[in-house]
């Protein structure tokens, strides 16, 4: 939800940030031929970023379009009178000052075809904004277990992760990552025999090779971010900083930090034996936790962190922050088993603030019983990369484990391998720690998390009904929202538009006329329809749904150009239009209801705050034959009332569309 123009080899390089050691160029992967095979997830013949140049750019939509979905998403929010007075603002912006933004905007696009239109103003927002990226922006995605139970250990999974995540990190490096593409006819294009071919197709030609056979190469331009990465505060916006010199791992226990290098001067990774005793080291390390732990400053308001970072440099830490920012990630070992789902929601999102380090690119978390997961900051990438680094990772550790249960650590010194770092903190440090503990801990005392399985239903019953699982899902949220407080509010379903070059997100919005009058049939007066009304309606709301989310994809959504266009104007001094001053443009973009779903064998549950102090955070998945959700709010809303309307609403909609009338 948040790095700009100038193109760096495969990757962008982008204005705001600092690169130290440029990405590995696709042409270079053929060089580590002979190398060995535990040092790499994969060695794909197609190299990594074969696809990225040829991808297509992100399309601007038509103005008119633009307006036209905008308003269809207003209607449902708004009563006669409110629409016809944003109907009306619509159409002058459409006609005036808008027209002429969208000229510029067009004509700025064409003069940087290396990028996407929103690529500088969305890491602009996401930079630019001053708020605690804690439960603001940094979302969690925790793994499921080891199917081996026994490699759930603490300390073997640890090992396991860590020498998976460092073969990610050479893989994607030397070029042997699988491109990331989105097979519509995996028969045809997710062979070795088509893989053979577009190895041989020009890099400039290679998306359109794909494309004739249904295959969607996606973006990869962020994934360079995911190691050695660090957001920076800075006064009025952040930066992004990669230093992909550095080799060591920092490590964060009990408030502590410690480092060590995973890889070697070789380059090769340190042997998994070697790094199993550093990381049993660390855990038998009996030190206390600091007296005024430094990981609460990240989670701090950002410029008030940007002026504290600036006293520690000035008091002689820029040796120390230079190494926890240029760490290849955060590994993040806590001292304590997990209860259930709702305690893991909470630890994985924030955590206590004393053993995270939320500036990282992410953080990969393992508690006592061997529960991990991984917080990632969100401004470098979105979604897409994280999750293939996590699928991955997840894949290699349980299929490939560098070490069993029984290995035993190696012989070495870790006392001398491991270094424990130290701060030279002043009495005007120790009060902004002291303050930021307060504001950590008094905000996050304030979020609730309630977590449901509906168990009656899922993909399987959806699909032969020819019915979209998101669609249904979505459509429980809207009914449950309006049982418990009789309204349509604003909802966000994030979507990526990563089958463009440098795409980001685009906006879903759920609620619709359709869901609107589906959720008012359901939930007033279901009695007054008969089944296969209601089984119409449902259809109806589906196949609304399933458009907007094909427009999203394709880049035809209309939140980001409206956020362009507003960008621009504020970017060359022009008054902010009336347009934008519209109370129903404010409350369209106040997302009461903020969803996301992803589905992974990888995954266990992923979740994140409200973005609003009066919203619900949702995140969600649809299995076979399961729908789970994990929901947060804050005390203005009841988030466990909301999740028994939102299984109450599912069981209606599965009763519906089985054919039977709704239980009361």
Partial sequence: MAARRLLLSPVSCLKGTKVLGAPAAPGLWRGYSSADSSEYLQRSIVPTMHYQK??????????????????????????DDQFR???????????????????????????NKHTSYISGPWFDMYLSSREPVVLNFNPFMSFNPDPKAEYNDQLTRATNLTVSAVRFLKTLRAGYLEPEVFHLNPAKSDTQTFKRLIQYVPSSLSWFGAYMVNAYPLDMSQYFRLFNSSRLPKLSQDELFTDEKAKHLLVLRNGNFYIFDVINRDGNIVKPSEIQAHLKYILSDNSPAPAFPLAYLPSENRDTWALLRQKLLDNGNEEVLQKVDSAVFCLCLDDFPIKDLVHLSHNMLHGDGINRWYDKSFNLILTKDGNAAIHFEHSWGDGVAVLRFQNEVFKDSTQNPAVTPQSQPAAVDSSSAVQKLSFKINDALKAGITKAKQNFDATMETLTVDIIQFKKGGKELLKQKKISPDAVTQLSFQMAFFRQYGQTVATYESCSTAAFKHGRTETIRPASVYTKKCTEAFVRQPSKHSTEELQQMIAECSKYHSQLTKEAAMGQGFDRHLFSLRYLAASNGIPLPDFYQDKAYAQLNHNILSTSTLTSPAVNIGGFAPVVPDGFGVGYGVQDNSIGCVASSYPSRNVHEFLQCVHKSLEDIFQILEGKHISS
């Fill in 54 to 79: 040829s991808l297509p750019r992100l399309p601007i939509p038509k103005l008119e379009d633009t307006i036209r979905r905008y308003l269809n998403a207003q209607k449902p929010l708004l009563d």
């Fill in 85 to 111: 007075k944003t109907e009306e603002l619509g159409c002058s912006f459409e006609h005036g000052i808008g027209r002429e933004l969208h000229e510029q905007l067009v004509a700025q696009d064409k003069q």
